[in-house]
T-cell receptor
Framework: GAGVSQSPSNKVTEKGKDVELRCDPI?????LYWYRQSLGQGLEFLIY????????KSGLPSDRFSAERTGGSVSTLTIQRTQQEDSAVYLC????????????FGPGTRLLVL | SQQGEEDPQALSIQEGENATMNCSYK?????LQWYRQNSGRGLVHLIL?????REKHSGRLRVTLDTSKKSSSLLITASRAADTASYFC???????????FGSGTRLQVQP
């Protein structure tokens, strides 16, 4: 079946602009995660959605970052007033039920803030 | 901050040789997973080992886990040029709801 998809693949924006990144998880997966990966680094957890529970936002680096998950499926990560340090690859992953499971990753969105 | 730390940061070997990567972590875990990443894009799951397991095999992969030392190793036997990638360990830390990834080992397999 289809895997996790993300759009756009690449995004170049100017400092101060807002950006929206989209993630389509695997159908039926209740858990959805957003991570950020700076060049040559590991993954930094941003936010976690599980079913209808309140999301775990503990990884969001500032209040410029927010995310929604509509209808328990598609998720949008929004970065307001982008800064150059926001430049990174943003990765989305989903898993069937959440904890202690394999996560299935999308190809990521490479964001460059000029 | 990253809980898991891979060692070495980079590894270059010849095709046919074995590659060993190590991962250390700091907290109690439910399981530890290894992922592979090509060209800085999406990660692919390789293997999951639970905290009550000591060793696990999958094809050319062998993973060990020592919870007393809070460490794990990934062995790739008879490496191939196609194994060139970055390898990350990820822990499912008890008390958290997301995986904690290490900074990765960049493996280069020379043909």
């Amino acid at each position: 079946g289809a895997g996790v998809s993300q759009s756009p693949s690449n995004k170049v924006t100017e400092k101060g602009k807002d950006v929206e990144l989209r993630c389509d998880p695997i159908s039926g997966h209740t858990a959805l995660y957003w991570y950020r990966q700076s060049l040559g680094q590991g993954l930094e957890f941003l936010i976690y959605f599980q079913g209808n529970s309140a999301p775990d936002k503990s990884g969001l680096p500032s209040d410029r970052f927010s995310a929604e998950r509509t209808g328990g499926s598609v998720s949008t990560l929004t970065i307001q007033r982008t800064q150059q340090e926001d430049s990174a690859v943003y990765l989305c992953a989903s898993s069937p039920r959440g904890l202690a499971e394999t996560q299935y990753f999308g190809p990521g969105t490479r964001l460059l803030v000029l | 901050s990253q809980q898991g730390e891979e060692d070495p940061q980079a590894l270059s070997i010849q095709e046919g040789e074995n590659a060993t990567m190590n991962c250390s972590y700091k907290t109690s875990i439910n399981n530890l997973q290894w992922y592979r990443q090509n060209s800085g894009r999406g990660l692919v799951h390789l293997i999951l080992i639970r905290s009550n397991e000591r060793e696990k095999h999958s094809g050319r992969l062998r993973v060990t886990l020592d919870t007393s030392k809070k460490s794990s190793s990934l062995l790739i036997t008879a490496s191939r040029a196609a194994d060139t990638a970055s390898y990350f360990c990820a822990t499912d830390d008890t008390g958290r709801r997301a995986l904690t990834f290490g900074s990765g080992t960049r493996l280069q397999v020379q043909p």
